[in-house]
């Protein structure tokens, strides 16, 4: 069965440095999404990506986030200066196109665990 | 601000017993509301509702959507152990980019 990709599983940082994080999204998938889950809260959407661009953001995804499509197959998050607060788990996921409704199903990768000292 | 709320926040029971869990969401542009179990780490999908009054059932699991009263609930029937997990609603809006926005959870441990 297809899945959702990330690596690394862990990464420790310190804090003011830069770190990506990488996903492998489901091959035919047009969709792609971050989330965050802070240790022991709610997963948190952070951003949407659509056709190499960014659909929507939340408030979370400030300056300090980016997101790339750099190759066809991977999708990226950097964090360009890590802050204390961003150690979470992060997410990806990722969806078949809209069309046709009822095959839209959002799978997600395993994570990683950021830890920002 | 759009908001989806889960309860209860956490619940313990016995195996065989039957729980339900509750979302309530007041979001605007209401696509669809998704539910998930997050056993460690990534959720995995249960079922996704877009219409009103109809059931979705996996298994044990059923769930349905009810637009006008804005929830939904998740049935699960004879719990076993491995149904232990936290269990999230997410609700998806219109707005361009489907954006998802997430409940706290519930915590569900089914003891033997």
């Known amino acids: 069965e297809p899945e959702v990709t990330q690596t690394p599983s862990h990464q420790v940082t310190q804090m003011g440095q830069e770190v990506i994080l990488r996903c492998v999204p489901i091959s035919n998938h047009l969709y792609f999404y971050w989330y965050r889950q802070i240790l022991g809260q709610k997963v948190e959407f952070l951003v949407s990506?659509?056709?190499?661009?960014?659909?929507?953001k939340s408030e979370i995804f400030d300056d300090q986030f980016s997101v790339e499509r750099p190759d066809g197959s991977n999708f990226t998050l950097k964090i360009r200066s890590t802050k204390l607060e961003d150690s979470a788990m992060y997410f990806c996921a990722s969806s078949e196109a809209l069309l046709p409704r009822g095959k839209e199903t959002q799978y997600f990768g395993p994570g990683t665990r950021l830890l920002v000292l | 601000e759009d908001k989806v709320v889960q309860s209860p926040l956490s619940l313990v029971v016995h195996e065989g017993d039957t729980v339900t869990l509750n979302c309530s969401y007041e979001?605007?542009?209401?696509?669809?509301l998704l539910w998930y179990k997050q056993e460690k780490k990534a959720p995995t999908f249960l079922f996704m509702l877009?219409?009103?009054?109809i059931e979705k059932k996996s298994g044990r699991l059923s769930s349905i959507l009810d637009k006008k009263e804005l929830f939904s609930i998740l049935n699960i029937t004879a719990t076993q152990t491995g149904d232990s997990a936290i269990y999230l609603c997410?609700?998806?809006?219109?707005?361009?980019?489907?954006?998802?926005?997430f409940g706290t959870g519930t915590s569900l441990t089914v003891i033997p």
């Open positions: 990506f659509y056709n190499n661009e960014i659909s929507e």
């Open positions: 877009t219409s009103s009054g």
């Open positions: 997410a609700v998806e809006t219109l707005n361009t980019g489907n954006q998802f926005y």
């Open positions: 979001v605007t542009n209401f696509r669809s």
